[in-house]
């Protein structure tokens, strides 16, 4: 969102920036899809592509739309032979968070309920006369798969299942206690019942997984699925090591997950958690501490099933890339960061790519860095840090989360540069000269066909505008004047690549350059300068994107689908852009102050299609919006998801009833 952690809870509520590699209707059939139109007797035609009809950007005239998800989209699919079928878009919910749904032990568990390090409930005391389960507001990343011989008892037909994390919760039930970065993430299983028949997905047992193990979770934000069929988690915006405990969030995240302050290291947050689900519908977690320890984001696999590019969700981010030394595993390999070079205008589509070369910050396996943390390595042990210039010739001046600082390292031994390369990741890269200078690196996807990335950057403000205080002015990434609306990067995807010091790179994924694909419009006073309302309070033009954040792609429908996180569009949007056409269409707004998450498309699962949705924190208004729509839409929203404390977990599916196209 805007600078800081906290503003950037409004993420977008994407609800399928995933895009759907069919058409919905309760769920598509892909088979049919693919094959199907004529009638039985009739050769089947083939799929062409598909379009999309726009939702029209939300009016105080209907406010009821501005208090829920809302599309009157339209997918068509088009046949090979000139024909085409329609499915209207709508959006089912799997639960609310805050409600009472079945576990897998067969009695009641709250959903998006926190847990402590014992699996115990930890209670919201806020208001003393009726205290309660702490539940999330903000679920986010999810995955939906399939598990060979798979049965869970309740399961009438197909047994599939969803994972699903929850990134924090914004306030107490006392609505004035600030909570965000203050519980431990929890993350689920859900066991859903597939109709063979229809596709549709219901909800039959849900499973808190165990996260003991892994020292509990850190605000866990996008997902993914891996190629090998596990939930790739994250943990954003790594609490500061060298930040007093009080300052950065560790003393109270420390007394709620272990009921005591001084237990939770900060060492142990910031690094990719993965989840294993197995056939009972529980799971397991491991917490890979190789890929650095930055504002891990959602991740993206490339096809190689070793290199792992990583959105870097902070102020002063920059482009990350781990290579595996073995496929599907994460468990030991290299990471790299980006040096920019060229003069790039990231704010207009049409500049030429900014040419990315690639520093080797250090290999490692997870166990040995897991090892440095449990054996008690102190900051102090790694660097040290100056917020004011020292003026010793020692030290080098850096740009790390917003702020000027000078570092040394302890020492110049392997063992300290390793420690310092995958504990004080943006640190460190900034110390060994990349362009740690993005603001807010958010989603990653792939396109595997033409061999291209895309990455969302939030806003294009502060450490990227040339003359900022917190601008490096040879970071190759310095624009002449701030757009806070952000926009889309798209990255060429190249093989035979060396890092800066000769050394080959083993992947043929590696982005080799970056230039704006799609970008989004402040709405500016006379001067040029101060974001100017509309008449609801949008400060981004709406039919342009605002914020991006969660991306998906998808490979049949040449669509990469764009979820918004936006402080400047009164209801966040989601988009389809098409990439051969360029054609960008509004697909659905969300509940007012909701940010779309948990986006993730699937292909065939069981013959049939889904865009997995989820969203946050509604009511979360931007501090613009006007005081007409806030009035007309607050107690909608409060009546529809728990008083404001509740969000739902679901998926875009068709309405008014199930699709299944017969081929």
Same mark, same amino acid.
């Given at each position: 969102m805007s600078q800081s952690p906290v503003a950037s809870r409004r993420r977008v509520l994407s609800l399928f920036a995933g895009a759907p590699m069919l058409p919905l209707a309760s769920s598509l059939s892909y088979a049919g899809l693919l094959s199907a139109c004529g009638g039985d007797d009739t050769p089947a035609a083939a799929f062409k592509s598909v379009t999309f009809s726009a939702t029209p950007a939300p009016t105080l005239a209907n406010p009821a739309a501005m208090a829920t998800t809302y599309t009157t989209s339209v997918m068509s699919v088009n046949f090979d032979d000139g024909t085409k079928k329609d499915y209207k878009l709508a959006y089912q919910p799997f639960f609310i968070t805050g409600d009472l749904?079945?576990?897998?032990?067969?009695?009641?568990?709250?959903?998006?309920?926190?847990?402590?390090?014992?699996?115990?409930? %930890?209670?919201?005391?806020?208001?003393?006369a009726s205290p309660r389960q702490f539940f999330s507001d903000s679920p986010d990343g999810t995955s939906l798969l399939k598990i060979d011989g798979a049965k869970v008892p309740g399961v009438k037909g197909n047994t599939v299942f969803a994972v699903v994390q929850f990134e924090y919760t914004t306030w107490a039930k006392d609505g004035k206690t600030d909570m965000y970065g203050k519980l431990p993430s929890p993350i689920a299983v859900l066991t859903l019942d597939q109709d063979p028949d229809t596709g549709r997905l219901a909800l039959v047992k849900y499973h808190n997984v165990d996260t003991s193990s892994v020292n509990g979770l850190w605000i866990t934000c996008g997902a993914s699925l891996s190629p090998w069929n596990t939930h790739l988690s994250s943990e954003e915006y790594e609490p500061d090591a060298f930040a007093e405990r009080s300052k950065n969030n560790m003393n109270d995240f420390s007394t709620n997950l272990y009921g005591d302050a001084t237990k939770a290291n900060p060492y142990n947050y910031g690094h990719l958690p993965e989840v294993t689900v197995n056939a009972d519908g529980t799971g397991s977690i491991k917490k890979h501490y190789c890929l650095g320890r930055i504002s891990h984001e959602l991740v993206q696999v490339m096809p190689d099933n070793r290199t792992v590019f990583m959105g870097d969700d902070a102020t002063n981010s920059g482009y990350f890339v781990f290579v595996a030394d073995k496929e599907k595993d994460l468990s030991s390999g290299t990471l790299y960061v980006a040096k920019v070079g060229g003069t790039t205008d990231f704010t207009k589509v049409g500049s030429p790519a900014a040419p990315l070369s690639w520093i080797k910050l250090g290999s490692a396996t997870s166990a040995e860095i897991r090892a440095l943390v449990d054996g008690g390595i102190r900051p102090a042990d790694i660097m040290t840090v100056a917020s004011k210039d020292p003026q010793d010739a020692t030290y080098?001046?850096?740009?790390?989360?917003?702020?000027?600082?000078w570092i040394k390292l302890k020492d110049d031994t392997a063992q300290t540069r390793k420690a310092a390369a995958f504990l004080e990741t943006h640190r460190y890269a900034a110390y060994m000269g990349a362009s740690m200078g993005f603001t807010k690196m958010e989603g990653t996807t792939v396109n595997i066909k033409d061999k291209k990335a895309y990455s969302a950057l939030q806003n294009i403000q502060a450490s990227m505008v040339a003359g900022n205080a917190v601008n490096v002015p040879d970071n190759g990434i310095s624009v002449p004047k701030q757009l806070v609306a952000g926009g889309v990067m798209q990255l060429s995807l190249r093989g035979g690549q060396k890092d800066l010091d000769g050394n080959d790179i083993k992947s043929d994924w590696m982005p080799a350059d970056s230039t704006p694909l799609l970008v989004g419009e402040d709405l500016l006073d006379t001067d040029g300068k101060t974001l100017k309302p509309d008449a609801l309070g949008n400060t981004a033009n709406p039919e342009k994107i605002a914020n991006p954040d969660n991306l998906k792609f998808s490979e049949t429908l040449r669509t990469l689908f764009i979820g918004e996180d936006s402080s400047q569009h009164v209801t966040n949007?989601?988009?389809?852009?098409?990439?051969?056409?360029?054609?960008?269409?509004?697909?659905?707004?969300?509940?007012?102050?909701?940010?779309?998450?948990?986006?993730?498309?699937?292909?065939?699962?069981?013959?049939?299609?889904? %865009?997995?949705?989820?969203?946050?924190?509604a009511g979360d208004y931007t501090k613009t919006i006007s005081a007409d729509v806030k009035s007309a839409v607050d107690g909608l929203i409060s009546a529809s998801y728990h008083g404001k404390f509740g969000a739902a977990v679901g998926y875009l599916t068709g309405s008014p009833k199930a699709v299944k196209l017969v081929g």
């Open positions: 749904v079945t576990s897998t032990s067969g009695g009641s568990i709250l959903a998006g309920g926190y847990v402590d390090i014992n699996n115990q409930p %930890i209670i919201d005391r806020t208001v003393s080098k001046r850096i740009v790390a989360n917003g702020k000027v600082e949007m989601l988009w389809a852009y098409n990439v051969d056409t360029k054609a960008l269409t509004r697909l659905m707004t969300l509940p007012a102050g909701a940010e779309s998450t948990g986006l993730h498309a699937v292909t065939d699962l069981n013959g049939w299609t889904y %865009i997995m949705s989820n969203f946050q924190h």
